[in-house]
Every structure is written in C-alpha cells, then in structure tokens.
C-alpha cells in the first residue's frame, strides 16, 4: 500500500512537472486572457434541449400528434433560440459598455488625482499581505505603465474581467448550440406517421445522447475527465428533463386537453 502510495506521488509530481515548463505556464497564460465562449455553448445547449422536449413531453402527456409535437417543437425552438442569443448579445455588451466606461473614469481620474489612485494601488496590495519597501516597489511598478494602472484598477477595485466576449460571437455560440442540442428530441418526429409512443422513446434517449456530448466537451474543453462531465451533465439533464416532463403531464392531465388535434 506504501510502495503505491509513492508512486502515486512520483506520478502525480512528475506530471505537476511536465505542466509546468516555462512554455506550458506562457500557453495558459496566455489562453486565460481570452475569452471562452464555453458558459454560451453548454447554456444553449442544455436549455435548447430541455425547452424542447418539455414541448415533445407536453404533447405526448396531452395526447396530441406527432405532427403537433413537430410543430410546436420547432417554433419553439427558433423563438427561444434567438430570445437566448438576444438576451446573451445584450448581457455581454452591457458588460463591455460598463468596462469602457469605468477605464474612461479612471484614465480621467488618474490624469486629475495620481495621489489618491496611488493610495487605491498601494491598500490594494496592503491588503493582499505586501508591506515594507516590496509594498512601495510594487506600487511604483503598476503606477509607472498607465495601462497597467488601469488594468490593475478594473480588476482589482470592481472586480470586473480584462477581457469580455464579442456580443455578436456569444449570441452566435448560443444560438447555434440551443439549435443543434434543441433538435434532438425532436429528430423523431420528423417522421410524422411514426407511432408517437415510440417516437417519444426514442426522444428521450436522444435527450439525454445531448446532455451526455454536452457534458463530455464541457470536460474536454476544461481538461477534465469528460466521462465525469458527461455523467454529471447527464444526471442534472435528465433530472431538469423528467420535472418538465411531469409538470406537462401534470397540467395535461389536469385541464383534461383533448386527446387529438
């Protein structure tokens, strides 16, 4: 148990090693300075194939076609496929717009007040555990390069990213990923004169086929285990899939809604 206990911890240093050559440290670096489009991707993803078969659900507990599923499906699936890529557009650029503004309230306020942005710069690293001549020479080197000032000052004072996504590039990821993850449990129903019970059964596995590709290119994307990913994605899915399914059900059942369209 000891020999495999160490040699769990020469493996695990010896990979900690290889990650972290002074190229390997530059590649993530530099990497961490871009935006990653992935939270648009697997959000689309995962409410384009939630909403949609909630619909499938919907009709299959209310007794309807497959040719209502169809339908109901698809517009669906458009309507709230650009709700989402509109509401991401105007959520990334209202964060755009609020960073633009606070480096125009710094540049303005470096330019009239150094002193006090100094005094910001200076409790900033204070407060992180600098002190002494390290404190002043750290305070001296951010204040020396303005954009480094202003840099430091966005992310430190406001808390707010360096870099933030293209809003007509998150809307795209988001439109696109609810579309291609929406259409899955709708595949089946392509075939309208199919029998609508096992159509729905083969909806389903194709919901869940979505949460479970979802789920693995989250964590290959991360460079974690994607099976891990993908069973979990999976899991929280098929969790979310089951409750819209019950509450349709419900509600069908409930109101009593015809049989046939």
Not at 39 to 56: E, H
Not at 164 to 170: A, G
Request: hydrophobic letters at 45%; proline letters at 3%.
């Amino acid at each position: 148990m000891r020999f495999k206990r160490n040699h769990d911890n020469t493996s695990s240093r010896l990979a900690l090693e290889a990650d972290h050559t002074p190229e390997k440290i530059r590649e993530r670096l530099e990497a961490s300075m871009e935006h990653s489009y992935l939270s648009d991707s697997v959000l689309g993803g995962i409410d384009g194939a939630v909403t949609t078969f909630a619909i499938v659900a919907g009709t299959m507990g209310g007794g309807f076609t497959a040719l209502v599923a169809l339908a109901l499906g698809l517009s669906n699936l458009v309507a709230d496929g650009l709700s989402m890529a509109v509401s991401n557009f105007e959520a990334s650029s209202s964060l755009r717009a609020r960073i633009l503004q606070k480096r125009k309230e710094e540049t303005q306020a470096i330019k009239t007040y150094p002193e006090g942005e100094k005094e910001e710069i200076r409790q900033i690293y204070a407060r992180k555990g600098f002190e002494g001549e390290l404190l002043e020479e750290i305070v001296a080197t951010i204040t020396s390069d303005r954009d480094l000032w202003i840099d430091t000052m966005i992310k430190e004072e406001y808390g707010l990213p360096l870099e933030v996504p293209v809003p007509i590039q998150s809307a795209r990821v988001t439109f696109l990923s609810f579309i291609l993850f929406g259409l899955m449990p709708l595949l089946p129903f392509f075939y309208i004169y199919g029998n609508m019970q096992h159509s729905f059964i083969i909806s389903c596995a194709l919901t869940g086929i979505a949460f479970f590709l979802i789920g693995a290119m989250k964590g290959f994307v991360l460079n974690i285990h994607p099976l891990k990913e993908a069973v979990l994605v999976f899991l929280l899915g098929s969790i979310t899939a089951l409750l819209s399914y019950g509450i349709s059900y419900g509600v069908t059942t409930y109101f009593s809604i015809p049989l046939s369209l």
